[in-house]
Nanobody, 124 residues
Framework: EVQLQASGGGLVQAGGSLRLSCAAS????????IGWFRQAPGKEREGVSC????????YYVTSVKGRFTISSDNAKNMMYLQMDSLKSEDTAVYYC?????????????????WGQGTLVTVSS
């Protein structure tokens, strides 16, 4: 059974940093694309950053490029999101997601598995 659990959210001032972690189980990173998604109040969920476990190809949504860095430790089945220079518009519940490479389309599209989110609040 695929399980994902995000952690590391919190309250931070604009310009600050946070590091999110995602603990995964039930699958092998090499066979999946994994990523971070977020949903702000009143908005649809959007893909923030995703990575393919096999070759480490990274995708970032334009709004976070240069500020966020995705990484993974395949041996530990852990994924991370280092978020720097945070802005108030980054406030959202952040989720980790996973998609088998067999059904994965590209970037942060067509993910099947989701964990519970962690709330990130950026105060201005």
């Amino acid at each position: 059974e695929v399980q994902l659990q995000a952690s590391g959210g919190g309250l931070v001032q604009a310009g600050g940093s946070l590091r999110l972690s995602c603990a995964a189980s039930g699958f092998t990173f090499d066979d999946y694309a994994i990523g971070w998604f977020r949903q702000a109040p009143g908005k649809e969920r959007e893909g923030v950053s995703c990575i393919t476990g096999s070759d480490g190809f990274r995708y970032y949504v334009t709004s976070v490029k240069g500020r966020f860095t995705i990484s993974s430790d395949n041996a530990k089945n852990m994924m991370y999101l280092q978020m720097d220079s945070l802005k108030s518009e980054d406030t959202a519940v952040y989720y980790c997601g996973a998609a088998p490479l067999q059904t994965w389309v590209a970037g942060c599209v067509e993910y099947e598995y989701w964990g519970q989110g962690t709330l990130v609040t950026v105060s201005s």
